[in-house]
């Protein structure tokens, strides 16, 4: 089943923070975060694992609810390099798959 | 070091031909993961594999699609009898361990872009 995430868009100034949302339906294992520029492959940007342990970029944050089966990205101190489409994508344990949500558009203005 | 590579870069065929797209995964890499992006949509997860081996055929969208992987490296994903709605952005990536836990990072090739006329 497929994440949802929210907001479906967000417009930043440069310097301001934002938080972007995926919540499942189902119990998790992992939850991955991608970023894809127009035109450009995704990007790793983190991975957060039932049981606490994370993976990713020291510049990026994000948590993990196991309990609500929901994680958050954080984004703090925009830069315009941040720009782009935030996808996460969920598995649960027994999983062969990544179902990834349908994406948050960023916008980082100067 | 060389990251994921596809080709062809674009394809454009029409309905009812076949196409074979090509997916060479990082040197190494244990796992191998093919998704499909339609225009302005998130990824359609389609089939993962393990070494030689799919674990999980059940993202592929129909019995017109299928895919090998040999020497764990190359993998092809071929269409058969191409429909339209077969025209997207297929994504191929790589994993160091693919154990299925999916604890892994993925390294994303630059896809294949797909037009059926």
């Known amino acids: 089943q497929q994440p949802v995430q929210s907001p479906q868009a967000v417009i930043l100034r440069e310097g301001e923070d934002a938080v972007i949302n995926c919540s499942s339906s189902?119990?998790?294992?992992?939850v991955h975060w991608y970023r894809q520029k127009h035109g450009e492959a995704p990007v790793f940007l983190m991975i957060l694992l039932k049981g606490g342990e994370q993976k990713g970029h020291e510049k990026i944050s994000a948590s993990f609810n196991e309990k609500k089966q929901q994680s958050s990205l954080y984004l703090t101190a925009s830069q315009l390099s941040y720009s782009g489409t935030y996808f996460c994508?969920?598995?649960?344990?027994?999983?062969?798959?990544?179902?990834f949500g349908a994406g948050t558009t960023v916008t980082v203005r100067a | 070091g060389a990251g994921v590579s596809q080709s062809p870069s674009n394809k454009v065929t029409e309905k009812g031909k076949d196409v074979e797209l090509r997916c060479d995964p990082i040197?190494?890499?244990?796992?191998l993961y093919w998704y499909r992006q339609s225009l302005g949509q998130g990824l359609e997860f389609l089939i993962y594999f393990q070494g030689n081996s799919a674990p999980d055929k059940s993202g592929l969208p129909s019995d017109r699609f299928s895919a090998e992987r040999t020497g764990g490296s190359v993998s092809t994903l071929t269409i058969q009898r191409t429909q339209q709605e077969d025209s997207a952005v297929y994504l191929c990536?790589?994993?160091?361990?693919?154990?299925?836990?999916?604890?892994?990072?993925?390294?994303f090739g630059p896809g294949t872009r797909l037009t059926v006329t």
């Open positions: 189902k119990a998790l294992y992992s």
């Open positions: 994508g969920t598995s649960g344990s027994n999983d062969y798959k990544l179902s």
């Open positions: 040197s190494g890499h244990t796992a």
């Open positions: 990536a790589s994993s160091p361990l693919g154990d299925g836990g999916w604890g892994d990072e993925q390294y």
